[in-house]
């Protein structure tokens, strides 16, 4: 019992998992802010139309970085959070081009494919150690985030 977390699982895999999380935590923030920047930026005849859209996506992103902040928490661990070390942490880069709705677009699709990868390799892990409240918190976000990069690509007519 001594090697288990307030919640049963194993302290060094429950490590092991806020390092992933934290990872997650970090791309997910500057996601946001790239986000942001586009809804307060955005141009062009598809003005209304994103405006709207990208306010609905950044909405949704601050509720679950709360959540993965949250889950760090409830492991046992803090979460980060200095920009600072998002920005050196995360494989997602600060956006530059936030007027372009289509390159706006293009870059939320690469930014929820790097959210992907690194959600199937949290949640894969969250099974092999049992940590079903991880697994199912990535498995939904698995689930809302294909339907959009379906929706983001219908978009760009890809």
């Not at 923030?29 to 005849?45: A, E, P």
């Not at 199937?120 to 079903?132: H, K, L, S, V």
Request: proline share 1%.
């Amino acid at each position: 019992m001594k090697n288990l977390n307030r919640i049963g699982l194993e302290i060094e895999k429950s490590n092991e998992l806020v390092g992933q999380l934290s990872d997650l935590l970090s791309n997910y923030s500057v996601f946001y802010q790239n986000v942001r920047g586009y809804h307060w930026n955005i141009k062009g005849d598809n003005f209304f139309e994103l405006h709207i859209k990208f306010e609905e996506l950044y909405d949704d992103l601050v509720l679950k970085i709360d959540e993965i902040a949250e889950r760090i928490l409830t492991l046992g661990s803090e979460p980060e959070n200095r920009y600072s070390v998002y920005l050196s942490q995360s494989v997602i880069k600060e956006a530059t081009d936030l007027t372009n709705g289509k390159v706006a677009v293009q870059d939320i699709l690469d930014s929820f494919k790097v959210l992907l990868i690194k959600q199937r390799t949290i949640m894969d892990f969250a099974d092999e150690m049992g940590d079903e409240g991880t697994n199912a918190l990535m498995s939904d976000y698995i689930r809302e985030q294909e339907k959009l990069i379906w929706m983001y690509s219908a978009y760009l007519k890809q």
